[in-house]
């Protein structure tokens, strides 16, 4: 009785969760794919003034102690001599906006979510060394990160999938050339043929084509260490006498892979693809070293990221860790969205 | 026996084939181990000239590979024109260095994610689960070498721990008890922030394993037999999930020597990393596939041991 | 010493602080100095290189880690005053000059010796400058020993006299033999005779095998690591070096190198950002190290389009492009459009000057009748407007033949200091409508585009000083010199003003009145800053730390910043 109250609470629980996860993720999606409203400013606005200011206090209560129903806040200004100390001017409350029309510039926004007046700037996330607005650069940035690196991992991890499923299934001489192949590509210096690659491309590369090559080397590039996981859990599940039995009973090879080994191999490809997201956000700053990532001043969260591997800003600049807090909810997300694909699958459904 | 000849014989081949492709590659992309100096107004241009000659530079491809292998035959592993010195001696002492301190962290980082990830995978759903899932999130999140200057800043303000290097100024004076403290000190940081880029791997790997094994049939049998939970989980469980924690365990060994460039650089280890990352950004050729191929050495033993466990492991395997 | 006569390019690729910059550095800003008995002896010095060591060849070392160590343990004839920027008598104690400044003659002090006991005579110092003159030997230092397309003659007049004979007069005159480490022929002539000096002094070359007359010699070297440098009890200087051991470890990452200062693993630290100077003197006093911002320094930040003779290389939309970039107006638009006030405080927190022409103020060459760059982008605006370019409804501007223009910014990924210049440059461009595309790209694709392909529009890079005297930047004015970055090649005659530079160029570097060379050279300033071959952008200051208590500590702007009297340096009573 006891027992089954607790299962019907990790269950709920679950289901929780898994709405958790969903829900964060969409907001996400949706909110890359609406920043051009979302987005209080344009990415690549910039405020030199305000280098490195942190996020702006949003208050209700004025000075004389009234409280206001829309928030207002003070324009921050540096302390003369101390860079980087904001202080508050009090003269004069902004409050903030909302459906503001935004001026013309490089987004092509009509109209933004909120805003306030100049001269005062809305920075809900602190801003970045050049005094640009971090949560507008956050939500573009997803447009890039978020859509490279699950295109990026899928590619690879279905690669892999693939050539380890049959590899462990089928054992023998296309085994051993997969696997030979696999650590022909474990052990490549890619590092110079990207170099090679870029040497090749014109200059001045769209966002678009960084994007898609950086999919596509990612993921051609990184089939291979699932390929060798994948292989050794079909190898463990192929010796499994349920999988012997059906093969036994006449089961062909597709019906086999298919119902019984491939469903052990999917726990670890998932496995791989929730680790694989984050790495290749991130490796993009990597890419963005050998001219092949996103160009300045258009965001991605692996360049933001990047800022953090500067000591100075990583110790003084807390705000700039939200692209980092983003990222493990979505590693966090996906991997739950990960653990019940696989549950679903284990229990057949799929 | 006969499998395993084989498969350094495999290993051979997979050498020779890298460092063929290495070769294409860099021949392929911009630059060579002189260009750097081009730009350096100290040397004039024919002095470049002069030193491109000098090291066979302006020779074609093929040349400067059968150059490559003859010194490679003679163990002197090429010539770094950076350090006008064999390649050999410049990489053994650092790829020894590089050795302990990956070897270090790679045992740190199992010996705290597997019995994590068993114990998660046995309480799935649970807070200690969740906790566990997080924190893996947060360390895939930030890079390691962000993880490295974290670890920086904590060694500087708190001084408890040396903030970089290998040993200390006074270490040749120091009794044996005194080296291996100075050692273990320095090793400390490194080690952790190595150990904890790789936990997250682990930890999701080995959780998912046996999750997955505990809700295979003869678990389940064994379960309903009333084995207990404990003895479940370390003498059934866990053996079952062993097959693709092996491959794991090989691409870990695989990556040993490549794995802790970065650290290295920001940890002032007196590895491999900073000579490697100098080399690559220099064009030094072969100090790159000099690395590149002891590196490849390790991925060939790796998989092989992997394999050979599998087989060990499992002997229904063997049959194949 | 350092190869101290030209300008050398910053290649500090910002995470990894790897090529070039490695310096050393100790430093205390001396000010301040309590009840102090006068120097002592004792004690040691904790000093970081950003990368190892290449060799310990003084012929053939060319990169900074190496050259650090050297100036450390060799000595020159003369020695450049780093704080003064004058020459002082080093090796020789005394010369003279006649024949017109063709003819001079050193006298070496009495008695000296290497660091290995060896005395040491004119023999070694006609041997070492026959091998810095050997052309298969190929010395980097070789050509600046080339006066009037002739090398110098070197000849021994007796044990302790040699004579340099010149083929015309030398402006720079005696600052030349700053630069030039005198070798112990005794250690050296068989490797010389057997065709392998070049290969000598390797990094594994045991130390008992080298000898120098600097103040310190090599005792152990452990790879990757750090070298330990001992005194060397045969110092020429009375009493010197105070120090006992001066050691040099191997910090590749530049934040790394302030966090192991601040927890007081190094003694000094060198080149510091302008984030790691404020962020550690929020707690210098209590952590016992003093930093000093020593003032702008001599390295200069540039901008400059490509107008380079493209022969027949197929690029035609850079060929049309490149109509835009030989218009001196054009130039000055861009230059006046560019906000360097945002520069100094965005990229070095105000830590850093604004420049107009390619001479800093860390150097008493600068001329200072030149106005300071302003901001303008108004007159940007004119200057486009006269040269026939105009501006579309949506602000974007276009030439006469209504094109949109556009170009691409290079720039060395990675780099904290330029490639932040570049993201605000194309800021301010867009301002007055020009469509700028950054492209940030490895190093040595950059040195591909520059030097091999042609292939870029616009770049920006950093210059570290070499020398406070124009002749540093000689290879890079000369429209034939080798690092005349915009201009390598050429389709015609260079234009008159290149003609002229040219010819003050060549003239100032023969004239030995000061006076009269600094007209020469205040011309060539204002010519640039008319002309803006190359766009002057900003220059940083020279931020040093050092544990308190080293005495006669003296930062210069000059490199070494702070090891440059490494003799010198003591520790105070503790």
């Known amino acids: 009785m006891i027992r089954g109250v607790i299962t019907r609470g990790v269950i709920t629980s679950r289901r929780v969760s898994l709405a958790l996860a969903a829900g964060f993720l969409a907001l996400l999606y949706l909110g890359a794919l609406g920043a051009g409203f979302l987005a209080p400013y344009g990415f690549d606005e910039q405020d030199r003034e305000h280098t490195y200011a942190p996020p702006v206090r949003l208050r209700f209560r004025d000075g004389g102690g009234r409280l206001h129903l829309r928030p207002f806040l003070y324009i921050g200004v540096e302390k003369p001599g101390a860079p980087g100390v904001y202080e508050e001017d009090r003269a004069r409350a902004f409050p903030v906006r909302f459906l503001v029309p935004a001026p013309p510039g490089r987004t092509g926004a009509r109209v933004r979510l909120f805003g306030v007046e100049e001269p005062a700037r809305i920075f809900l996330l602190g801003t970045d060394r050049f005094g640009r607005d971090q949560l507008s650069r956050l939500l573009y940035g997803a447009r890039i990160s978020l859509f490279s690196g699950l295109l990026a991992a899928g590619l690879a991890v279905a690669l892999g999938l693939l050539a380890g499923a049959v590899a462990g299934f089928r054992g023998g001489w296309l085994d051993q050339v997969l696997m030979r192949t696999s650590e022909l590509f474990l052990a490549l210096p890619w590092l110079y043929l990207l170099l090679a690659v870029r040497a090749v491309l014109p200059l001045d590369l769209a966002p678009s084509g960084s994007f898609l090559l950086l999919v596509a080397v990612l993921g051609a590039v990184g089939w291979a260490r699932p390929a060798r996981l994948v292989r050794g859990a079909v190898l463990s599940a192929r010796g499994r006498d349920y999988v012997l039995a059906a093969q036994g009973f006449g089961g062909s090879d597709g019906y086999v892979l298919r119902r019984h080994v491939l469903p052990q191999a999917v726990g670890v490809a998932l496995t791989q693809l929730a680790l694989l997201v984050p790495q290749y956000v991130l490796a993009e700053v990597a890419m963005s070293f050998l001219g092949l990532g996103v160009a300045e001043p258009v965001p991605s969260w692996g360049t933001m990221l990047a800022e953090l591997e500067r000591y100075d800003v990583l110790i003084s600049y807390q705000w700039m860790l939200w692209p980092a807090v983003l990222l493990t909810g979505v590693v966090l997300s996906y991997h739950t969205l990960a653990e019940h694909i696989r549950e679903r699958l284990q229990a057949g459904e799929v | 026996m006969r499998y395993v000849a084989s498969r350094l014989g495999y290993g051979l081949l997979l050498l020779l084939g890298v460092s063929i492709l290495s070769f294409l590659l860099a021949d392929l992309s911009p630059g060579d181990a002189t260009a750097e100096m081009r730009l350096n107004p100290r040397i004039s241009p024919g002095a470049v000239a002069a030193l491109r000659v000098r090291y066979g530079l302006d020779r074609p491809l093929p040349v400067r590979y059968v150059r490559w292998l003859r010194s490679v035959a003679s163990g002197e592993l090429g010539w770094s024109v950076a350090f006008d010195a064999p390649v050999g001696p410049l990489l053994w002492r650092r790829a020894g260095n590089t050795l302990v301190l990956a070897v270090t962290a790679m045992i740190l980082a199992w010996i705290v994610a597997v019995p994590a990830g068993v114990w998660a995978a046995a309480r799935q759903g649970s807070w200690g689960d969740r906790l566990g899932l997080a924190a893996s999130a947060v360390l895939l999140a930030v890079s390691e070498l962000v993880l490295a200057l974290l670890g920086l800043a904590l060694a500087a303000s708190t001084g408890l721990l040396p903030a970089g290097g ?37 930890h999701r790997h080995v959780r998912a394993a046996v999750a997955e094994a505990l809700e295979s049939p003869f678990v389940q049998a064994a379960r309903g037999n009333g084995i207990p939970r404990r003895r479940l989980l370390w003498r059934h469980a866990l053996p079952a999930a062993a097959k693709p924690l092996v491959s794991l365990l090989g691409l870990s060994i695989a990556g040993l020597l490549s794995g802790s460039v970065l650290v290295e650089v920001i940890l002032s280890w007196p590895g491999l990393g900073p000579l490697l990352l100098q080399a690559i950004l220099a064009r030094d050729l072969h100090v790159v596939v000099g690395a590149i191929l002891l590196s490849s050495v390790f991925l060939v033993l790796g998989n092989l041991v992997a394999d050979l466990l599998l087989y060990w492991v499992d002997p229904r395997v063997r049959g194949t | 010493m350092s190869g101290i006569l030209r300008r050398n390019l910053l290649l ?88 017109g400044g063709r003819r001079y003659t050193l006298v070496l002090r009495p008695a000296l010796r290497f660091s290995d006991g060896h005395p040491a005579t004119a023999d070694d110092v006609v041997f070492s400058f026959q091998v810095y003159l050997d052309e298969k030997i190929d010395s980097p230092q070789r050509d600046l020993l080339i006066v009037g397309g002739q090398p110098i003659q070197v000849r021994r007049i007796d044990d302790r006299t040699v004579e340099f004979r010149l083929a015309e007069p030398y402006g720079v005159a005696e600052r030349l033999f700053d630069g030039f480490a005198i070798l112990p022929r005794h250690l050296l002539e068989a490797a010389y005779k057997a065709g392998t000096l070049a290969d000598a002094w390797g990094t594994d070359t045991p130390p008992a095998k080298m000898a120098g007359l600097g103040p310190f010699r090599l005792r152990e070297r452990r790879a990757g690591e750090r070298l330990v440098l001992e005194r060397n009890p045969f110092y020429w200087k009375k009493d010197k070096p105070y120090l006992d051991e001066l050691v040099f470890l191997t910090v590749p990452n530049a934040d790394a190198q302030a966090v192991r200062f601040q927890a007081g693993e190094l003694d000094v630290v060198d080149r510091l950002s302008a984030e790691s100077f404020d962020r550690l003197s929020r707690g210098g006093a209590r952590r016992g190290y003093q930093l000093t911002d020593a003032g702008p320094g001599l390295d200069l930040n540039f901008l400059f389009f490509n107008q380079n003779d493209l022969g027949n290389r197929r690029l035609p939309e850079l060929r049309r492009r490149q109509g835009w970039f030989r ?21 070095y927190r105000g830590r850093a000057t604004p420049l107009n022409s390619h001479e800093t103020p860390g150097s ?49 990924a990675g780099n904290t200091e330029r490639g932040p210049m570049a993201t605000l440059i194309q800021e301010d461009l867009r301002k007055i409508g020009m469509d700028v595309r950054i492209a940030a790209l490895e190093l040595q694709a950059v040195l591909d585009r520059l030097f091999t392909s042609y292939d870029y529009d616009a770049c920006v890079l950093g210059l570290d000083g070499g020398d406070a005297d124009p002749n540093p930047s000689m290879s890079i004015l000369l429209s034939d010199g080798s690092h005349h970055f915009w201009g390598l090649t050429h389709g015609g005659p260079p234009a008159p003003w290149e003609a002229e530079i040219d010819r003050l160029m060549k003239t100032q570097i023969a004239e030995r009145d000061p006076a009269q060379r600094r007209r020469l050279y205040d011309r060539v300033q204002e010519i640039v800053m008319e002309q803006r071959p190359l766009i002057a952008l900003v220059t940083p200051n020279v931020l040093v730390g050092a544990k308190a208590g080293l005495g006669n500590l003296r930062p210069a702007v000059l490199d070494d910043h702070l090891l440059w009297n490494v003799e010198e340096l003591y520790w105070r009573q503790r």
């Open chain 2, 166 to 202: 290998m040993a200390s100024l006074d270490y040749d004076a120091l009794g044996g008890w005194g080296r291996a403290r100075d050692l273990a000190a320095h090793l400390a940081l490194p080690a952790v922030v190595l150990a904890l880029s790789a936990f997250p791997v682990v």
């Open chain 3, 12 to 99: 500090a690729a910002g995470l990894l602080a790897l090529a070039g910059c490695g310096s050393p550095a100790t430093q205390p800003a001396g000010g301040a100095a309590k009840a102090d008995d006068g120097p002592r002896r004792g004690g040691r010095v904790v000093a970081a290189l950003g990368s190892e060591p290449r060799t310990f060849n003084p012929v053939t070392a060319a990169d900074g880690a190496s050259l650090s160590v050297i100036q450390a343990m060799t000595a020159n004839l003369v020695h450049i005053d780093r704080q003064d920027q004058e020459a002082k008598p080093a090796l020789a104690e005394r010369w003279t000059v006649d024949d």
């Open chain 3, 364 to 412: 008493h060459w600068l001329n200072k009748t030149l106005p300071p760059p302003r901001y303008a982008p108004d007159e940007a605006r004119r200057l486009l407007r006269q040269a026939g370019f105009s501006w579309d409804a949506a602000g974007a501007l276009h030439d006469p033949a209504g094109e949109r223009v556009g170009f691409t910014l290079l720039v060395v």
């Open chain 3, 327 to 347: 218009q001196t107006a054009f130039r000055q638009a861009v230059s006046a459009a560019i906000d360097r006030g945002s520069l100094v405080h965005v990229v």
